[in-house]
Protein backbone atom coordinates (compact mmCIF):
# COMPACT_ATOMS: atom_id res chain seq x y z
CA UNK A 1 0.00 0.00 0.00
CA UNK A 2 1.23 3.60 -0.88
CA UNK A 3 1.94 6.51 1.47
CA UNK A 4 -1.27 8.18 3.63
CA UNK A 5 -2.04 11.44 1.75
CA UNK A 6 -3.39 14.26 3.06
CA UNK A 7 -6.68 15.34 1.69
CA UNK A 8 -6.40 18.75 -0.35
CA UNK A 9 -7.05 21.79 1.67
CA UNK A 10 -10.83 21.87 0.15
CA UNK A 11 -13.99 23.12 1.91
CA UNK A 12 -17.01 20.96 0.69
CA UNK A 13 -20.31 22.42 0.32
CA UNK A 14 -21.82 19.68 3.21
CA UNK A 15 -20.19 17.16 5.42
CA UNK A 16 -21.47 14.50 7.63
CA UNK A 17 -20.14 11.94 9.52
CA UNK A 18 -21.23 9.01 11.48
CA UNK A 19 -19.66 6.20 13.76
CA UNK A 20 -20.41 3.03 13.22
CA UNK A 21 -20.49 0.57 16.18
CA UNK A 22 -19.94 -3.30 15.28
CA UNK A 23 -23.15 -4.75 17.32
CA UNK A 24 -24.63 -7.97 17.10
CA UNK A 25 -28.31 -8.51 17.87
CA UNK A 26 -30.46 -11.63 18.82
CA UNK A 27 -33.83 -11.98 19.57
CA UNK A 28 -35.09 -14.50 21.04
CA UNK A 29 -37.76 -16.81 19.12
CA UNK A 30 -39.67 -17.51 21.71
CA UNK A 31 -40.01 -14.89 24.19
CA UNK A 32 -38.24 -11.67 22.07
CA UNK A 33 -35.95 -10.97 24.12
CA UNK A 34 -33.25 -8.92 22.90
CA UNK A 35 -29.31 -9.33 23.54
CA UNK A 36 -26.75 -7.64 22.15
CA UNK A 37 -23.16 -7.99 21.69
CA UNK A 38 -20.66 -5.12 21.35
CA UNK A 39 -17.78 -6.12 19.42
CA UNK A 40 -13.85 -4.40 18.38
CA UNK A 41 -14.30 -2.21 15.54
CA UNK A 42 -16.57 0.58 15.55
CA UNK A 43 -15.09 3.05 12.55
CA UNK A 44 -15.83 6.68 11.66
CA UNK A 45 -17.38 7.30 7.79
CA UNK A 46 -18.19 10.73 5.87
CA UNK A 47 -19.90 11.53 2.99
CA UNK A 48 -18.56 14.93 1.68
CA UNK A 49 -20.55 16.96 -0.82
CA UNK A 50 -18.30 19.40 -3.11
CA UNK A 51 -20.69 22.15 -5.39
CA UNK A 52 -19.48 24.38 -7.87
CA UNK A 53 -15.61 23.80 -7.31
CA UNK A 54 -13.22 26.51 -9.17
CA UNK A 55 -11.38 24.69 -11.96
CA UNK A 56 -8.28 24.91 -10.35
CA UNK A 57 -10.00 23.10 -7.50
CA UNK A 58 -11.90 20.54 -9.15
CA UNK A 59 -8.59 19.73 -11.20
CA UNK A 60 -6.88 19.31 -7.94
CA UNK A 61 -9.54 17.29 -6.11
CA UNK A 62 -9.83 14.83 -9.02
CA UNK A 63 -6.08 14.83 -9.54
CA UNK A 64 -5.95 13.88 -5.54
CA UNK A 65 -9.05 10.98 -6.18
CA UNK A 66 -7.20 9.43 -9.34
CA UNK A 67 -4.16 9.14 -7.09
CA UNK A 68 -6.10 7.12 -4.28
CA UNK A 69 -6.57 4.14 -6.73
CA UNK A 70 -10.20 3.30 -5.60
CA UNK A 71 -9.81 1.95 -2.56
CA UNK A 72 -6.25 1.03 -2.64
CA UNK A 73 -5.28 4.66 -1.07
CA UNK A 74 -5.45 5.90 2.49
CA UNK A 75 -5.71 9.29 3.24
CA UNK A 76 -6.36 11.93 6.30
CA UNK A 77 -9.76 13.34 6.90
CA UNK A 78 -10.69 15.46 9.69
CA UNK A 79 -14.49 17.18 10.34
CA UNK A 80 -14.59 20.10 8.61
CA UNK A 81 -17.40 21.11 10.55
CA UNK A 82 -15.47 21.10 13.67
CA UNK A 83 -12.11 21.60 12.86
CA UNK A 84 -11.16 23.16 16.28
CA UNK A 85 -12.05 22.48 20.04
CA UNK A 86 -14.66 24.10 21.95
CA UNK A 87 -12.64 23.95 24.53
CA UNK A 88 -9.86 25.64 25.70
CA UNK A 89 -7.21 23.11 24.08
CA UNK A 90 -4.06 25.10 25.12
CA UNK A 91 -0.52 23.72 25.94
CA UNK A 92 1.39 20.88 23.89
CA UNK A 93 -1.01 17.93 25.31
CA UNK A 94 0.57 14.46 25.17
CA UNK A 95 -0.25 10.93 26.07
CA UNK A 96 1.02 10.39 29.86
CA UNK A 97 1.77 6.40 30.56
CA UNK A 98 2.12 3.70 28.36
CA UNK A 99 -0.28 0.45 28.00
CA UNK A 100 -3.38 2.69 28.40
CA UNK A 101 -6.59 1.14 26.76
CA UNK A 102 -10.27 1.58 27.00
CA UNK A 103 -11.99 5.27 26.82
CA UNK A 104 -9.89 7.34 28.86
CA UNK A 105 -6.63 8.64 28.88
CA UNK A 106 -4.39 10.42 31.20
CA UNK A 107 -2.63 13.17 29.52
CA UNK A 108 -0.26 15.99 30.43
CA UNK A 109 1.22 19.08 28.93
CA UNK A 110 -1.59 21.39 29.08
CA UNK A 111 -1.87 24.35 30.12
CA UNK A 112 -2.51 24.14 33.87
CA UNK A 113 -5.68 24.83 36.06
CA UNK A 114 -7.96 25.35 33.16
CA UNK A 115 -10.97 24.02 33.72
CA UNK A 116 -13.32 22.47 30.70
CA UNK A 117 -9.46 22.22 28.55
CA UNK A 118 -11.68 20.02 26.29
CA UNK A 119 -15.97 20.15 25.81
CA UNK A 120 -17.65 17.05 24.75
CA UNK A 121 -17.79 16.89 21.30
CA UNK A 122 -14.55 17.78 20.73
CA UNK A 123 -12.32 15.90 18.54
CA UNK A 124 -8.85 14.56 19.48
CA UNK A 125 -6.27 12.29 17.48
CA UNK A 126 -3.37 9.98 18.22
CA UNK A 127 -1.31 7.36 17.63
CA UNK A 128 -3.38 7.66 14.16
CA UNK A 129 -6.60 7.38 15.49
CA UNK A 130 -9.33 9.86 15.60
CA UNK A 131 -11.87 10.28 19.13
CA UNK A 132 -14.65 11.74 20.41
CA UNK A 133 -14.34 13.59 23.86
CA UNK A 134 -17.44 12.62 25.47
CA UNK A 135 -17.29 14.52 29.09
CA UNK A 136 -15.38 17.38 30.13
CA UNK A 137 -11.99 17.51 31.05
CA UNK A 138 -10.20 19.77 32.99
CA UNK A 139 -6.21 20.09 33.77
CA UNK A 140 -4.71 20.16 37.07
CA UNK A 141 -2.03 22.45 38.84
CA UNK A 142 0.73 20.18 36.77
CA UNK A 143 -1.20 20.55 33.01
CA UNK A 144 -2.61 16.67 33.40
CA UNK A 145 -6.09 15.74 31.88
CA UNK A 146 -7.81 12.55 31.88
CA UNK A 147 -9.82 12.26 28.56
CA UNK A 148 -12.88 9.94 28.13
CA UNK A 149 -13.98 9.64 24.62
CA UNK A 150 -15.13 7.20 22.20
CA UNK A 151 -14.49 4.99 20.34
CA UNK A 152 -12.54 3.16 22.24
CA UNK A 153 -8.67 3.01 21.28
CA UNK A 154 -7.55 -0.34 19.10
CA UNK A 155 -3.86 -0.03 19.83
CA UNK A 156 -2.13 1.54 23.05
CA UNK A 157 -0.45 4.63 21.96
CA UNK A 158 3.19 5.45 23.59
CA UNK A 159 3.99 7.41 26.12
CA UNK A 160 4.89 10.93 25.27
CA UNK A 161 2.49 10.78 21.80
CA UNK A 162 1.21 13.72 20.56
CA UNK A 163 -2.07 14.59 21.05
CA UNK A 164 -3.45 16.79 18.13
CA UNK A 165 -6.55 19.08 19.16
CA UNK A 166 -6.33 21.11 15.34
CA UNK A 167 -7.82 19.49 12.78
CA UNK A 168 -7.26 16.02 14.02
CA UNK A 169 -7.63 13.42 11.01
CA UNK A 170 -8.51 9.51 10.84
CA UNK A 171 -7.14 7.54 8.19
CA UNK A 172 -9.97 6.71 5.37
CA UNK A 173 -10.46 4.83 2.81
CA UNK A 174 -13.09 5.62 -0.50
CA UNK A 175 -16.58 3.31 0.05
CA UNK A 176 -16.35 2.33 -4.15
CA UNK A 177 -13.80 1.59 -6.76
CA UNK A 178 -14.97 4.41 -9.02
CA UNK A 179 -14.71 7.81 -8.49
CA UNK A 180 -16.32 10.54 -10.82
CA UNK A 181 -17.67 14.46 -10.84
CA UNK A 182 -19.75 16.44 -13.10
CA UNK A 183 -19.30 19.63 -14.31
CA UNK A 184 -21.17 22.52 -16.50
CA UNK A 185 -20.73 25.46 -18.19
CA UNK A 186 -19.11 27.82 -16.80
CA UNK A 187 -16.41 25.44 -15.84
CA UNK A 188 -17.75 24.64 -12.04
CA UNK A 189 -17.91 21.44 -10.66
CA UNK A 190 -19.72 18.64 -8.33
CA UNK A 191 -17.88 16.23 -6.54
CA UNK A 192 -19.39 13.69 -3.73
CA UNK A 193 -16.76 11.01 -1.90
CA UNK A 194 -17.91 8.47 0.75
CA UNK A 195 -15.25 7.40 3.06
CA UNK A 196 -14.36 5.05 6.11
CA UNK A 197 -11.68 4.66 8.47
CA UNK A 198 -9.21 1.95 7.85
CA UNK A 199 -9.06 0.30 11.10
CA UNK A 200 -6.51 -2.41 10.21
Same mark, same amino acid.
Given at each position: ?? $?VLDFPDILPAR????????????????????????????????????EKLSHAQAREL?????????????????????????? $??????????????????????????????????????????????? $??????????????????????????????????????????????????????????????????
Amino acid at each position: MS $AVLDFPDILPARASWKLVSNTQVFRSPLSGAIQTVELPGARWHAELTFEKLSHAQARELAAFLVRLRGQAGRFRLHDHTHPQPFG $AATGAPVVAGSGQTGTSLNTSGWTPSTPGILQPGDYFSTAGELKMVV $ATADSDANGNATIVFEPPLRTSPADQATITVDKPTAVMMLDHPEIGWSTRPPIRSNITIACTEDIT
